[in-house]
């Protein structure tokens, strides 16, 4: 079995001369969580500059669907380069543009046919969501939920509410946006429980907000992750959004999925909402659409997308390497990887459900497919967040060669790429144990 490589003190001689010029001339508010400095990478296996080898179970956070380089994706990158680079799809026609929006729209949910704007992020994706609801309902108001990420750009940001710092000395952003409590049932904002609690979260979005301060009829759309990633790999009960979607429809509001990081086949289903049986309005695509290339997608009915000429585009957005790109990886998504998300999905989820009956820092094991998350605790009772474990949990990992990131304020998600086999879940499985033994054990 195939295991991580550690030579060198990490960082490693040559790893520590690139951060140093890192530090000198790249932007200070990237989040490095641990000096890694990645030269070369092939499927879930990560080689530093001083060849030391990782297993990579953060996909370049939940990007690269089809693992590092996957040779369909880059023989289409590399048969797309020799052809066309660029030409702006918002000026003129190209093949790759036309063929992958045919596709997205013919594994859209629903019955009628979508169209697809394309960007080149999560953000762009989103914001380009959030100006179609304003275009299309003519109104000023939106909903968007506690825990939420949904990019870092003006709009977007205005409809994230994860951290302050994302926020701090960016205000006043777009106003008009409420934000809600989600279906986080493991810290329940009104401290009910499910299903006892009949969703009241949902409930008291009718009888109290829509009663008190907010005019349904002046809403334009609900944003929302169907399962929430950076706010902590957060599953909402199996009704939840069926019931959200049936209150946004009762006053004509839309309902905007961003399945920027659930969605492309990670949970095993192509769009995470297909768990919960609901056809959103719009939806927003990035992250593991194009396996590493920048791309963004948002789609929706052609009733809904419904803007004139001019109304919104991007030069980059659609470009044809990153629409290659998307074709080859949705080709392998359907052939096996959806599959495989659902298969090793779930013996990552027992051996953590296993681990988390031998550890009591283990509060929640939860998540669908390759959306994995580990919510850490100092007490099952009094469920004390435990970020400085967390902290020293993905520290020692890195130092074991194990690639973990954290998420939410305590939680440790696992979202490897879709290619995973299981002698990879299962080194990932016990290095993860030595590390929860050395530091919470
Ligand atoms: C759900 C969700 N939406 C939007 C974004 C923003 O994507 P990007 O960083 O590509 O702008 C992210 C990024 O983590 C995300 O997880």
Known sequence: MRRPQIHTPLPGPRAQELIRLDTAYVSPSYTRVYPLVVDRAA????????????????????????????PKVVDAIKAQSDQLLHMSGTDFYYTAQIRLAQKLASLAPGEETHRVYFGNSGAEAVEAAFKLARWHTKRELNIAFFGAFHGRTMGALSLTASKTI?????????????????AYCYRCAYNLTYPECHLFCVRWVEDTLFRTTVPPEEVAAIFVEP??????????PPEFHREFGAIARKYGILYVADEVQCGMGRTGKMFAMEHFGVMP????????????????????????MDWEAGSHASTFGGNPLACQAALATIDLLEETLMDNASLQGERLMAGLRQMQSRFEC???????????GVELVKDRERKTPAADWRARIIQRAFEKGLLILGCGQN??????????????????????????????G
């Open 43 to 70: 499927g879930l296996w990560v080689q530093d500059l001083d060849g030391n080898l990782f297993l990579d179970f953060t996909a370049g956070i939940a990007v690269n669907a089809t693992g590092h380089c996957h």
């Open 166 to 182: 994302q926020k701090r000395n960016y205000n006043p952003l777009v106003p008009g946006i409420t934000h809600i409590p989600y």
């Open 227 to 236: 399962i929430q990633g950076e706010g902590g790999y957060v599953v909402p």
């Open 281 to 304: 309005d719009i939806i927003a695509l990035a992250k593991g659409i194009a396996s590493g290339l920048p791309l963004g997608a948002m789609m929706a009915p052609a009733r809904i």
């Open 362 to 372: 283990m509060g929640d094991v939860r998540g669908k497919g390759l959306m994995v």
């Open 411 to 440: 939680s440790i998600r696992f979202c490897p790429a879709l290619t995973v086999s299981a002698d990879e879940i299962d080194v990932c499985l016990s290095i993860f144990e030595e590390c929860i033994q050395e530091v919470a």
